[in-house]
């Protein structure tokens, strides 16, 4: 890998801003430079990394200057704004928000499954959606050896997969809850302490954002747009790793016990599937883990050629800030 990295973090103050750092100092990624950018409300804020203090910039359409590798999250309009301008200044722009992930010329990356597509980048490649994600890395070795028709996926989110500050409510909003103080809802449209809710806005189909959001990546990311896709997105009060009920259907039969052995030989995957002994994964275990865990791998009787599929992943880690390095890491091996 390369030393020739000048990086910049768009959002570092953020939940995914901060897993990246984080990740950065673990995996020692290589760089010449690292430049730290969140709005005026933090600009000065002192950030540190490798013991080092890094003092936070106001983004501006000048901040791409001296940089080459930027990993953008600061939510999708500030993407849309800033994005052109770093890849006019020669940058390559790794982008966690969903503004132009569905652009024809932008490719929408997860190293496990298409890392392919991402060679044919423009200046910008487009991390997937946190749910989306860990549901491809799961099911592309399964399509790849029998084939899928039709996915039914049930989310169970946690609140980090929102924002930082959405952590922080539920903390409050739990607190004032065991208190028996109201509950005042402000980062979401419902109480999320002790609550299942909808948080996304809908479209007019009546689907959420998030789950069109599962449905168009998906088919994207496979390249096959005859994958029958229905999702169901759900809030949990849980802090981090987003939790998946997936039924698919495939073309041809894969039985459960060929299921478990075709997964656990697949690359970012941890197969935990022993319900006898009450090991499956759970989001209190898989937070802060790198791989995409698989458990309560069962077929589905009720249909010919159908699977059950329990998968968890931390939303900020695979989800979001692991998944963009590893595009930008196994970019470097490329091109060498
Ligand atoms: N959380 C997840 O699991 C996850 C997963 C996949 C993708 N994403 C996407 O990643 C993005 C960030 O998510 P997050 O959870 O990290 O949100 P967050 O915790 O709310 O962080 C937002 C970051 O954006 C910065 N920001 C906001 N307005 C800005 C502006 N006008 N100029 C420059 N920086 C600005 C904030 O800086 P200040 O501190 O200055 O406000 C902060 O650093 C979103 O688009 C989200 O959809 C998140």
Redesign the pocket.
Known sequence: MSEHHRVAI????????NTLMSILEERAFPFASLKL??????AGEILTFKDQPIMVE??THNSFDGVNLVFS????S?SKEFIPTAIGKGCLVID???AFRMDADTPLVVPEVNMDAAIRHNGLIA?P??STIQMVVALKPIYDRVGIKRIVVSTYQSV??????AVLELVDQTTAALEGRPIEPDKFPHQMAFNVAFDWPFTDGGDSEEEMKMVNETRKILEDDTIAVSATTVRVPVFFAHSESINVETEDKLSADDARQLLSESPGIVVMDDPASRKYPLAVDVAGRDEVFVGRIREDRSIENGLNLWVVAD??RK??ALNAIQIAEMLDGISV
């Not at 950018?37 to 933090?42: D, G, N, P, V």
Request: with cysteine; aromatic share 0%.
């Open positions: 768009v959002g570092a103050t953020g939940a995914v801003g950018l969140a709005s005026h409300r933090s106001e983004l999250s600061a939510g999708s500030i966690n928000t969903s991390n959606n946190c980090s997969g929102k924002s930082g500050s939303n900020l989800g979001a």
